[in-house]
């Protein structure tokens, strides 16, 4: 059975999770300097921080950033990779409560993570540790599933042996993003980016996420049958491709 708890659900995927998700663009960065005023001297909360993709790169712009992370092997794979940064602390709590002191941060974020929150008692939350002119940043990279053949197979491999990928799939919370700022307004931006994948590197890609049935579930085997049948079939010089919309949604929170 999928597991339903979403602090939880990626603790035996966090190796492929490192490996095979994608970053995120420097334009994201760009952007919030050159609208929302980031410097090297903002405070961020990147909430849901995982194995650390987006803290990293406030990192290394310069921020004091407070990693909040509720799932424990993901939590500890970023500590471990992001414990050099002075600047970086790791906080063990939930998007819901995050123990930060209340005013205290410049830019709330949440990448790939948004939809798993409990959004009314997350938004408080975030409302309650934004400094006034505080911003608040969600994030996704959304994969592209119609563009390609080989990306309108691969749908049809999550989609047949999936154990809930309709049900978990962000799109009903990004639909949702008006409300979820209201009344507020709010900004948005989309970027293009891509991956490139060998065969390993494909299945630990699926494999990655929360949805793909592990090595004891029924659905296993037959979906990396599946999976190596599409590749061979659409491989370009024994490489295939993702490509992802980063969607970026940000907004100061009344």
């Given at each position: 059975m999928p597991i339903s708890d979403p602090t939880i659900r990626f603790s035996d995927r966090v190796d492929n999770y490192l490996r095979y998700r994608p970053g995120y663009p420097p334009a994201v960065l760009e952007v919030l300097k050159y609208e929302c005023g980031l410097k090297p001297s903002s405070v961020v909360a990147d909430v849901a921080s995982g194995t650390g993709l987006l803290t990293r790169m406030f990192l290394e712009n310069g921020n004091r950033v407070y990693a909040v992370e509720p799932n424990p092997e993901m939590r500890h794979a970023g500590e471990r990779l992001l414990t050099a940064y002075t600047n970086f602390n790791s906080v063990a709590t939930t998007a819901e409560s995050t123990s930060l002191p209340a005013h205290s941060i410049d830019f709330v974020t949440?990448?790939?993570?948004?939809?798993?929150?409990?959004?009314?008692?997350?938004?408080?939350?975030?409302?309650?540790?934004?400094?006034?002119?505080?911003?608040?940043?969600?994030?996704?990279?959304?994969?592209?599933?119609?563009?390609?053949?080989?990306?309108?197979?691969?749908?049809?491999?999550?989609?047949?042996?999936?154990?809930?990928?309709?049900?978990?799939?962000?799109?009903?919370?990004?639909?949702?993003?008006?409300?979820?700022?209201?009344?507020?307004?709010?900004?948005?931006?989309?970027?293009?980016?891509?991956?490139?994948?060998?065969?390993?590197?494909?299945?630990?890609?699926?494999?990655?996420?929360?949805?793909?049935?592990?090595?004891?579930?029924?659905?296993?085997?037959?979906?990396?049958k599946a999976l190596r049948a599409v590749f061979d079939e659409y491989k370009v010089d024994g490489h295939v491709t993702f490509e992802y919309n980063t969607r970026m949604f940000y907004g100061q929170l009344a």
């Open positions: 949440a990448a790939q993570a948004a939809h798993w929150f409990d959004l009314a008692r997350a938004r408080a939350e975030f409302v309650r540790i934004l400094k006034p002119e505080g911003w608040c940043v969600l994030l996704w990279n959304e994969r592209c599933i119609d563009s390609t053949p080989f990306l309108r197979a691969y749908e049809q491999i999550v989609l047949g042996y999936g154990t809930d990928y309709k049900e978990v799939r962000h799109e009903r919370t990004t639909a949702a993003i008006g409300s979820f700022f209201a009344p507020s307004k709010f900004h948005s931006h989309v970027f293009e980016i891509r991956q490139e994948f060998d065969y390993p590197a494909l299945e630990g890609r699926l494999l990655s996420s929360s949805y793909a049935p592990q090595s004891a579930h029924q659905n296993y085997a037959p979906m990396l």
